[in-house]
């Protein structure tokens, strides 16, 4: 008897919590979010300038981008393509192998090539 006293006092004290968080309460508007800016018309697209260079021993094509170096591919006569880029812009070429032992190095892949 006790127990089913108890437990219909929790049910009406949990009813009377429940009702009371049901109280429609001012929600602030949401702000819509802002327009998307137009596309851009500068009328060029960006595309990279390139200059192949061909010797005895290997094919080199330089990549820039406003006249600037950015990447330079040298594929030898013998064996895979390997990039020489300009990772942070200061103008010198890092290799793939170049302070490997100091600072880790992200590994990068051409994709999508037969």
């Given at each position: 008897m006790?127990?089913?006293?108890?437990?219909?006092?929790?049910?009406l004290a949990?009813?009377?919590?429940?009702?009371?968080?049901?109280?429609?309460?001012?929600?602030?508007?949401?702000?819509?979010?802002?327009?998307?800016?137009?596309?851009?018309?500068?009328?060029?697209?960006?595309?990279?300038?390139?200059?192949?260079?061909r010797?005895?021993?290997?094919?080199?094509?330089?990549?820039r981008?406003?006249?600037?170096?950015?990447?330079?591919k040298?594929?030898?006569?013998?064996?895979?393509?390997y990039?020489?880029?300009?990772?942070n812009?200061?103008?010198?070429?890092?290799?793939?192998?170049?302070?490997?032992?100091?600072t880790?190095?992200?590994?990068?892949?051409?994709?999508?090539?037969?």
């Amino acid at each position: 008897m006790k127990r089913t006293i108890l437990i219909l006092a929790n049910l009406l004290a949990l009813t009377a919590l429940v009702y009371a968080q049901t109280d429609e309460e001012e929600f602030a508007d949401v702000p819509l979010p802002p327009e998307l800016p137009e596309p851009l018309e500068s009328g060029e697209t960006i595309e990279p300038e390139v200059s192949i260079i061909r010797t005895e021993q290997e094919t080199i094509e330089e990549y820039r981008v406003n006249g600037r170096l950015y990447m330079v591919k040298i594929t030898p006569l013998i064996g895979k393509p390997y990039y020489l880029i300009d990772e942070n812009g200061d103008g010198q070429m890092e290799g793939k192998i170049s302070d490997i032992y100091n600072t880790p190095r992200v590994p990068q892949w051409v994709l999508f090539t037969w």
